[in-house]
């Protein structure tokens, strides 16, 4: 049974980091495309960043400049390093692998705010 799972969430001010990590287990993860997406109160789940197999990355506008995927396949982990947090980037961070499946994890808390 694949599962992922997400940490590193919590709360911040406005301009500071916080760095997330999602592990996986169950699956042949160097196979699978990995992204992060958010979901805020009463809004869509919405893609933040993705990184194919190989290691090419993709980012909304909204957090281009600011977050960073990386992947290590060595220890089956997904990492979203985030600067500049803004208020806006409030939600909970999702972790999704998609290959032949895909799947999610249950998700971390991001709250930034003053």
């Known amino acids: 049974q694949a599962q992922l799972v997400e940490s590193g969430g919590g709360l911040v001010q406005p301009g500071g980091s916080l760095r997330l990590s999602c592990v996986a287990s169950g699956l042949t993860f160097s196979n699978y495309a990995m992204s992060w997406y958010r979901q805020a109160p009463g809004k869509e789940r919405d893609l933040v960043a993705s990184i194919t197999s190989v290691g090419a990355t993709n980012y909304a506008d909204s957090v281009k400049g600011r977050f960073t995927i990386s992947r290590d396949n060595a220890k089956n982990t997904v990492d979203l390093q985030m600067n500049s947090l803004k208020p806006e980037d409030t939600a909970v961070y999702h972790c999704?692998?998609?290959?032949?499946?895909?799947?999610w994890g249950q998700g971390t808390r991001v709250t930034v705010s003053s």
């Open positions: 999704n692998a998609k290959w032949w499946k895909t799947y």
